[in-house]
Protein backbone atom coordinates (compact mmCIF):
# COMPACT_ATOMS: atom_id res chain seq x y z
CA UNK A 1 0.00 0.00 0.00
CA UNK A 2 0.77 3.44 -0.56
CA UNK A 3 1.78 4.79 2.56
CA UNK A 4 2.36 8.73 3.36
CA UNK A 5 1.49 10.74 6.54
CA UNK A 6 0.29 13.79 4.35
CA UNK A 7 -3.34 14.73 3.47
CA UNK A 8 -4.83 13.19 0.08
CA UNK A 9 -5.84 16.13 -1.98
CA UNK A 10 -9.08 15.71 -3.67
CA UNK A 11 -8.37 13.51 -7.25
CA UNK A 12 -10.05 15.50 -10.53
CA UNK A 13 -11.05 12.78 -12.61
CA UNK A 14 -13.48 11.19 -9.83
CA UNK A 15 -16.91 12.05 -9.74
CA UNK A 16 -17.25 13.02 -6.20
CA UNK A 17 -21.01 13.82 -5.54
CA UNK A 18 -22.57 15.95 -2.50
CA UNK A 19 -22.41 12.79 0.07
CA UNK A 20 -19.15 11.95 -0.74
CA UNK A 21 -18.07 15.19 -0.48
CA UNK A 22 -19.37 14.84 2.85
CA UNK A 23 -17.52 11.65 3.46
CA UNK A 24 -14.33 13.43 2.67
CA UNK A 25 -14.83 16.20 4.62
CA UNK A 26 -15.29 13.59 7.47
CA UNK A 27 -11.79 12.29 6.71
CA UNK A 28 -10.85 14.23 9.57
CA UNK A 29 -11.76 11.72 11.89
CA UNK A 30 -9.96 8.50 9.94
CA UNK A 31 -6.77 11.34 10.42
CA UNK A 32 -7.11 11.74 14.57
CA UNK A 33 -7.75 7.79 14.86
CA UNK A 34 -4.27 7.45 13.02
CA UNK A 35 -2.82 9.98 15.59
CA UNK A 36 -4.59 8.04 18.40
CA UNK A 37 -3.40 4.95 17.55
CA UNK A 38 0.09 6.30 16.96
CA UNK A 39 0.38 8.11 20.04
CA UNK A 40 -0.50 5.09 21.94
CA UNK A 41 1.83 3.11 20.32
CA UNK A 42 4.66 5.78 20.84
CA UNK A 43 3.61 5.75 24.59
CA UNK A 44 3.85 1.95 24.67
CA UNK A 45 7.60 1.62 22.72
CA UNK A 46 8.83 4.64 25.23
CA UNK A 47 7.61 3.00 28.36
CA UNK A 48 9.61 -0.15 27.19
CA UNK A 49 12.65 1.67 26.27
CA UNK A 50 12.84 3.22 29.63
CA UNK A 51 11.83 -0.06 31.85
CA UNK A 52 13.73 -2.87 30.00
CA UNK A 53 16.32 -0.70 27.79
CA UNK A 54 14.77 -1.98 24.58
CA UNK A 55 12.04 -0.46 21.81
CA UNK A 56 9.78 -3.31 20.30
CA UNK A 57 9.03 -1.16 17.18
CA UNK A 58 11.57 -0.03 15.00
CA UNK A 59 9.48 2.55 12.78
CA UNK A 60 5.47 3.04 12.07
CA UNK A 61 3.96 4.52 8.91
CA UNK A 62 0.76 5.93 7.91
CA UNK A 63 -1.58 6.12 5.74
CA UNK A 64 -5.27 7.72 4.30
CA UNK A 65 -6.79 5.77 1.55
CA UNK A 66 -7.14 7.51 -1.24
CA UNK A 67 -10.17 8.33 -2.62
CA UNK A 68 -9.67 6.80 -5.93
CA UNK A 69 -8.67 3.14 -3.95
CA UNK A 70 -12.32 3.59 -1.84
CA UNK A 71 -13.86 3.85 -5.41
CA UNK A 72 -12.32 0.81 -6.66
CA UNK A 73 -12.54 -0.58 -3.24
CA UNK A 74 -16.36 -0.08 -3.13
CA UNK A 75 -16.84 -1.33 -6.84
CA UNK A 76 -15.30 -4.60 -6.36
CA UNK A 77 -17.59 -4.84 -3.09
CA UNK A 78 -21.00 -3.89 -5.68
CA UNK A 79 -21.55 -1.25 -3.45
CA UNK A 80 -22.87 2.02 -3.94
CA UNK A 81 -20.20 4.77 -3.38
CA UNK A 82 -22.36 6.85 -0.65
CA UNK A 83 -20.60 8.27 2.32
CA UNK A 84 -22.84 6.14 4.37
CA UNK A 85 -21.62 2.79 2.87
CA UNK A 86 -17.90 3.81 3.08
CA UNK A 87 -18.61 4.63 6.60
CA UNK A 88 -20.08 1.18 7.15
CA UNK A 89 -18.09 -0.97 5.09
CA UNK A 90 -14.70 -0.01 4.64
CA UNK A 91 -12.23 -0.98 7.48
CA UNK A 92 -8.98 -0.05 6.13
CA UNK A 93 -9.06 3.90 5.40
CA UNK A 94 -7.07 4.78 8.20
CA UNK A 95 -4.18 1.88 8.44
CA UNK A 96 -1.35 2.07 10.26
CA UNK A 97 2.20 -0.19 10.12
CA UNK A 98 4.35 -1.12 12.72
CA UNK A 99 7.81 -2.50 12.13
CA UNK A 100 8.84 -4.44 15.00
CA UNK A 101 12.52 -5.18 16.28
CA UNK A 102 11.79 -9.00 16.39
CA UNK A 103 9.02 -11.20 16.51
CA UNK A 104 8.09 -11.76 20.11
CA UNK A 105 7.45 -7.76 19.76
CA UNK A 106 4.67 -8.46 17.57
CA UNK A 107 2.26 -10.31 19.65
CA UNK A 108 3.59 -8.11 22.90
CA UNK A 109 2.71 -4.94 21.08
CA UNK A 110 -0.57 -6.32 19.91
CA UNK A 111 -1.46 -7.27 23.57
CA UNK A 112 -0.45 -4.10 25.26
CA UNK A 113 -2.77 -1.69 22.40
CA UNK A 114 -5.56 -4.92 23.06
CA UNK A 115 -5.59 -4.55 26.85
CA UNK A 116 -6.54 -0.72 26.55
CA UNK A 117 -10.08 0.24 27.67
CA UNK A 118 -10.84 1.94 24.82
CA UNK A 119 -9.80 -0.12 22.39
CA UNK A 120 -12.27 -2.70 20.48
CA UNK A 121 -10.84 -5.78 18.45
CA UNK A 122 -13.33 -6.18 15.66
CA UNK A 123 -11.30 -8.45 13.54
CA UNK A 124 -7.65 -10.89 13.89
CA UNK A 125 -5.99 -12.07 10.98
CA UNK A 126 -2.83 -13.51 12.21
CA UNK A 127 -0.55 -14.26 9.01
CA UNK A 128 2.39 -15.10 11.04
CA UNK A 129 1.47 -18.51 12.58
CA UNK A 130 -0.80 -19.22 9.31
CA UNK A 131 0.76 -17.52 6.70
CA UNK A 132 -0.82 -17.10 3.13
CA UNK A 133 -0.37 -18.59 0.16
CA UNK A 134 2.12 -17.27 -1.38
CA UNK A 135 4.30 -16.82 1.85
CA UNK A 136 2.96 -13.10 3.30
CA UNK A 137 3.33 -12.56 7.24
CA UNK A 138 2.39 -10.20 9.46
CA UNK A 139 -0.26 -9.54 12.06
CA UNK A 140 -3.43 -7.61 11.38
CA UNK A 141 -5.38 -6.30 13.71
CA UNK A 142 -8.86 -3.58 12.88
CA UNK A 143 -9.58 -1.70 15.83
CA UNK A 144 -12.18 0.54 16.68
CA UNK A 145 -10.79 3.82 18.61
CA UNK A 146 -13.30 6.57 20.06
CA UNK A 147 -12.87 10.06 18.76
CA UNK A 148 -13.90 13.00 21.07
CA UNK A 149 -15.50 15.36 18.69
CA UNK A 150 -17.18 18.96 19.93
CA UNK A 151 -20.77 17.41 19.72
CA UNK A 152 -20.31 13.86 19.99
CA UNK A 153 -18.19 10.67 20.21
CA UNK A 154 -17.44 8.41 17.26
CA UNK A 155 -15.81 4.69 16.86
CA UNK A 156 -13.56 4.67 14.32
CA UNK A 157 -11.79 1.75 12.91
CA UNK A 158 -8.24 1.36 11.69
CA UNK A 159 -6.34 -1.09 10.23
CA UNK A 160 -2.90 -2.09 11.80
CA UNK A 161 -0.35 -4.50 10.34
CA UNK A 162 2.37 -5.57 12.76
CA UNK A 163 5.17 -7.25 11.44
CA UNK A 164 9.24 -7.41 11.69
CA UNK A 165 12.15 -5.60 9.44
CA UNK A 166 12.46 -8.81 7.25
CA UNK A 167 8.43 -9.66 6.97
CA UNK A 168 8.28 -5.91 5.64
CA UNK A 169 11.23 -5.98 3.61
CA UNK A 170 9.43 -9.00 1.73
CA UNK A 171 6.23 -7.62 1.63
CA UNK A 172 7.51 -4.47 0.37
CA UNK A 173 9.36 -6.09 -2.30
CA UNK A 174 6.16 -8.58 -2.89
CA UNK A 175 3.52 -6.13 -3.83
CA UNK A 176 6.20 -4.51 -6.14
CA UNK A 177 6.62 -7.21 -8.41
CA UNK A 178 3.14 -8.08 -8.31
CA UNK A 179 2.17 -4.91 -10.25
CA UNK A 180 5.57 -4.50 -12.17
CA UNK A 181 4.69 -6.53 -15.23
CA UNK A 182 1.80 -6.27 -17.46
CA UNK A 183 1.21 -10.77 -17.09
CA UNK A 184 0.81 -12.80 -13.71
CA UNK A 185 3.91 -13.98 -12.03
CA UNK A 186 4.65 -17.14 -13.28
CA UNK A 187 4.50 -20.33 -10.97
CA UNK A 188 7.98 -20.69 -10.73
CA UNK A 189 8.59 -16.97 -9.64
CA UNK A 190 5.82 -17.51 -6.98
CA UNK A 191 7.67 -20.09 -5.27
CA UNK A 192 10.87 -18.34 -5.17
CA UNK A 193 9.26 -15.66 -4.08
CA UNK A 194 7.86 -17.92 -1.86
CA UNK A 195 10.66 -19.96 -0.54
CA UNK A 196 12.13 -16.57 0.09
CA UNK A 197 9.62 -15.98 2.70
CA UNK A 198 10.78 -18.89 4.75
CA UNK A 199 14.36 -18.22 4.68
CA UNK A 200 13.34 -14.43 6.28
CA UNK A 201 10.93 -16.65 8.84
CA UNK A 202 13.88 -18.67 9.76
CA UNK A 203 16.45 -15.48 9.92
CA UNK A 204 13.64 -13.46 11.90
CA UNK A 205 13.68 -17.04 14.50
CA UNK A 206 17.83 -16.97 14.48
CA UNK A 207 17.46 -13.08 15.49
CA UNK A 208 15.30 -13.57 17.99
CA UNK A 209 17.13 -16.22 19.87
CA UNK A 210 20.12 -14.20 19.23
CA UNK A 211 18.59 -11.21 20.95
CA UNK A 212 17.72 -13.64 24.03
CA UNK A 213 21.04 -14.90 24.33
CA UNK A 214 22.88 -12.15 24.46
CA UNK A 215 19.71 -10.44 27.31
CA UNK A 216 20.39 -13.75 29.23
CA UNK A 217 24.10 -13.11 29.21
CA UNK A 218 23.85 -9.26 30.03
CA UNK A 219 21.66 -10.67 33.03
CA UNK A 220 24.19 -13.55 34.47
CA UNK A 221 26.86 -10.00 34.78
CA UNK A 222 24.72 -8.05 36.21
P1 LIG B 1 -7.96 -6.09 1.17
O1 LIG B 1 -9.16 -6.01 0.31
O2 LIG B 1 -6.67 -6.12 0.37
O3 LIG B 1 -7.94 -5.00 2.20
O4 LIG B 1 -8.03 -7.48 1.87
P2 LIG B 1 -8.70 -7.95 3.23
O5 LIG B 1 -9.70 -6.98 3.72
O6 LIG B 1 -9.12 -9.39 3.09
O7 LIG B 1 -7.50 -7.87 4.24
P3 LIG B 1 -6.12 -8.61 4.29
O8 LIG B 1 -5.86 -8.75 5.74
O9 LIG B 1 -6.01 -9.84 3.46
O10 LIG B 1 -5.11 -7.55 3.61
C1 LIG B 1 -5.09 -6.21 3.96
C2 LIG B 1 -3.78 -5.56 3.53
O11 LIG B 1 -2.65 -6.38 3.87
C3 LIG B 1 -3.59 -5.33 2.04
O12 LIG B 1 -4.21 -4.16 1.63
C4 LIG B 1 -2.06 -5.26 1.93
O13 LIG B 1 -1.58 -4.00 2.40
C5 LIG B 1 -1.62 -6.30 2.93
N1 LIG B 1 -1.46 -7.62 2.28
C6 LIG B 1 -2.33 -8.65 2.35
N2 LIG B 1 -1.88 -9.71 1.62
C7 LIG B 1 -0.71 -9.33 1.07
C8 LIG B 1 0.24 -9.99 0.21
O14 LIG B 1 0.07 -11.12 -0.21
N3 LIG B 1 1.36 -9.28 -0.15
C9 LIG B 1 1.58 -8.01 0.30
N4 LIG B 1 2.70 -7.41 -0.11
N5 LIG B 1 0.70 -7.36 1.10
C10 LIG B 1 -0.43 -8.00 1.48
MG1 LIG C 1 -6.92 -3.16 2.54
Keep these: MQINSTDIPFSDDLDI ?16 AIKEIKTKLEILDEEFQSKYDHNPIHHMEYRLKSPQSISEKMQKKGLEITAE ?3 KNLTDIAGVRVIC ?15 QDDITL ?5 YINGPKKNGYRSLHLIVLVPIFLAEKTESIPVEIQI ?11 EHQLKYK ?9 RERLKYCAESITRLDEEMQTIYKEIKSQECQTL
Design 17 to 32: NGSLKEFFLQQQVYRA
Design 85 to 87: NIR
Design 101 to 115: NYLDDINRIANLLLR
Design 122 to 126: VRKND
Design 181 to 189: GQNEISEGL
Design 163 to 173: RTIAMDFWASL
